[in-house]
C-alpha cells in the first residue's frame, strides 16, 4: 500500500505561479512513474503529466510549457510548478503513482 500527500492548493490569480508537492509513503520500493491528474468541474479526469525515475517527462497539450513535473527520488516526492496560471487551470489536482491515487488538492484560478 502507497500513500500520498499533495500539498495544498488555493486560490490564485491568473498568471500567477503554484507549486504543488506529492510525497508518497509505505510500501515503496524503486517508484518508476509519477503524475499528476486533474479534474475540472463538469468535466472527466484528465492527465496533465508524468515523470520517470530516470527523469523522462510527457505533459498534456495545454500545459505544454507552462508546467514543469520533477521529482526527488531520495523523498520520494513528485513536483508540480505551474506558471503563467490561466482559469481554465482550475480543478482537482491528483498525485498517481500507479495504481494509488492521493486525495486531492483544490487549485482554482480566479481574479
Known amino acids: 500500500q502507497v500513500q500520498l500527500v499533495e500539498s495544498w492548493g488555493g486560490l490564485v490569480q491568473p498568471g500567477v505561479s503554484l507549486r504543488l508537492s506529492c510525497a508518497a509513503s509505505?510500501?515503496?520500493?524503486?517508484?518508476?512513474?509519477m503524475g499528476w491528474y486533474r479534474q475540472a468541474p463538469g468535466k472527466t479526469r484528465e492527465w496533465v503529466a508524468t515523470?520517470?525515475?530516470?527523469?523522462?517527462?510527457n505533459y498534456a497539450d495545454s500545459v505544454k510549457g507552462r508546467f514543469t513535473i520533477s521529482r526527488d527520488n531520495a523523498k520520494n516526492t513528485v513536483y508540480l510548478q505551474m506558471n503563467s496560471l490561466k482559469p481554465e487551470d482550475t480543478a482537482v489536482y491528483y498525485c498517481v503513482v500507479p495504481p494509488n491515487w492521493g486525495q486531492g488538492t483544490q487549485v482554482t484560478v480566479s481574479s
Open positions: 515523470i520517470t525515475r530516470g527523469g523522462s517527462t
Open positions: 509505505g510500501s515503496i520500493f524503486a517508484i518508476n512513474v
